[in-house]
């Protein structure tokens, strides 16, 4: 067993949300343990975009030009294959944001990034290895959680919990808060094929006779990402790798004097598609954030950019009656009621993509054409502005208004 420990906020979870919330905390002054259940950041592909909003926050901490040093690929306008026509659905170069692309970067490069800024706080203490297994809980107020380590098990006592442990969260579950779901009619199956000279480097998304793919650049190789109707993955591997293939090589031809790299199903993982969101978001003592408190689709690419903005907003929010031991849960409702707007709305408009546009190609074997609403943003290059500033800047940005009190 290790010694207690004791601290001001303790996070469960370094993602995206997680370790910048640990950051701007530290950075606030704030005396921070984040827990992390993995050993590193290197892990299976998470998703890779940081939206211009993020990119800003950056910059509003001094680290954009360190951070666009690191290899990345800047997507300023985001197209797809509908069945034969090509479109361009959103055009970032007009908005009102110092960086007007979403940079594609390796989740694990941006993580790291953050752990190596934050831990210049000597308030910042990064815990890997640490797989948070319960909460305690002192008459009504969730005080603490347990972890398991290579070492023994763990106890950290703080005057803030925070669950940014994802979509899977075991200390939302453990705190028993009432999750709401959404249907979801799709799957994604991720693997990789590599990128060779003479390949073109845009990212790409093809939607053709009931099937959609996508291929993100990762430099040396493609991030690819094949959609399932939900639920269709084990009927796919009843018919064979070499039907799987085939399939993905009618989407995309490049694949074809590359399909021996995909030798097993071991090379094809299974993202579950979710969407769902608290009914509250705290609990004396408890915060969530990121996908612990909302599991959004991947349609847009926002995941990411949602948990960084909900540990913005909880940093601006929190780190004062923090660091003045006054905290209340009037304080962590103001999270949610901050945050559950933005939430919502890009929820709302990923259940309508999904339901008009996902589920529908994924039903058809006939050849897709584009619906209407896709043809205007060929048609008035202008329209292709409005999914720009959702996708990449959200509903109602945030800003860090918290001040750096530890100098680094
Ligand atoms: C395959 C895939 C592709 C995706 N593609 C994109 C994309 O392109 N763009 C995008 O914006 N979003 C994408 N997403 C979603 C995106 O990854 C999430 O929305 C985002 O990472 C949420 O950040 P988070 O910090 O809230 O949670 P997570 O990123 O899930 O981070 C949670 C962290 O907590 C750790 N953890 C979990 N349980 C425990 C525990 N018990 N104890 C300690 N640590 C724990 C995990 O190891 C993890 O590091 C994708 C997700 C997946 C799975």
């Not at 969530?288 to 599991?295: L, Q």
Request: proline fraction near 6%; charged fraction near 25%; hydrophobic fraction near 45%.
């Amino acid at each position: 067993m290790n010694q207690p420990l004791s601290t001001g906020c303790c996070i469960a979870g370094g993602g995206p949300a997680g370790m910048m919330l640990g950051f701007l905390l530290a950075r606030a002054g704030a005396d921070v343990i984040v827990l992390e259940k993995h050993a590193d950041f290197f892990r299976d592909f998470r998703g890779d975009t940081i939206h211009p909003s993020t990119l800003q926050v950056v910059h509003e901490l001094s680290l954009l030009d360190e951070l666009l040093t690191l290899p990345h690929e800047e997507v300023r306008e985001l197209g797809a294959q509908i069945g034969k026509t090509q479109i361009t659905l959103a055009d970032f170069t007009h908005l009102p944001t110092r960086c007007k692309f979403i940079a594609l970067m390796p989740q694990w490069d941006f993580l790291n990034f953050l752990a190596r800024h934050a831990s210049r706080y000597t308030s910042f203490h990064l815990m890997m290895e640490t797989d948070v297994m319960d909460i305690v809980e002192e008459a009504g107020k969730i005080t603490g959680v347990q972890a398991k380590t290579p070492r023994g098990p763990l106890e950290v006592r703080a005057d803030l919990i925070v669950a940014a442990d994802g979509r899977t969260s075991v200390v939302r579950a453990k705190a028993d808060l009432p999750v709401q779901e959404f249907g979801v009619p799709m799957d994604v199956l991720w693997f990789r094929l590599s990128r060779k000279p003479g390949d073109r480097t845009q990212t790409m998304g093809r939607f053709e006779n009931g099937q959609i793919f996508v291929a993100l650049n990762r430099g040396d190789y493609w991030q690819c990402g094949y959609v399932i109707a939900k639920g269709q993955f084990a009927e796919i591997r009843r018919e064979g790798l070499e039907s799987f293939r085939a399939k993905v090589m009618r989407l995309a031809p490049f694949a074809i004097a590359r399909q021996d790299e995909l030798k097993s199903w071991d090379e094809v993982k299974l993202l579950t598609v979710r969407v769902d969101r608290l009914l509250r978001w705290c609990r004396p003592g408890l915060l969530c954030i990121g996908d612990a408190a909302h599991a959004m689709s991947p349609i847009g690419g926002v995941g990411i950019n949602l948990a960084i903005q909900d540990a913005v907003a909880a940093a601006n929010l929190l780190a004062e009656p923090l660091l003045n031991r006054q905290l209340t849960t009037a304080d962590l409702e103001k999270i949610q009621r901050r945050r559950e707007f933005p939430t919502r709305l890009t929820q709302s408009l990923q259940l309508m993509v999904q339901r008009r546009i996902i589920a529908p190609v994924l039903g058809e074997q006939k050849p897709v054409t584009p619906p209407l609403a896709l043809r205007m943003f060929a048609a008035v290059p202008l329209l292709r502005r409005i999914p720009a500033r959702l996708i990449g800047l959200g509903v109602r940005p945030e800003h860090v208004s918290v001040p750096e009190k530890s100098r680094a």
